[in-house]
């Protein structure tokens, strides 16, 4: 529910997809909208691999506190 209501609250990246809407119009608006949403599927695939990597290597959490 927390993720929720982050992910509907404004936030950094809505002023920046504002003011490329606000300055380069609507097409500007929606390539910044779906450039950020790139961005944080990028994210989230790069943080599930890395949990995944936890579970399959048993020294890796030894290695990455090193």
Excluded: D, E, K, W
């Excluded at 990246?13 to 450039?35: C, D, E, H, K, V």
């Amino acid at each position: 529910m927390i993720c929720i209501m982050g992910a509907m609250s404004p936030g950094p990246s809505l002023a920046i997809i504002l003011r490329n809407t606000l300055s380069g119009g609507r097409t500007q608006g929606i390539m910044s909208g779906i450039g950020h949403g790139l961005g944080i599927t990028f994210y989230a695939v790069v943080a599930v691999s890395g949990l995944a990597l936890f579970n399959t290597i048993p020294h890796f959490f030894s290695v990455a506190q090193i």
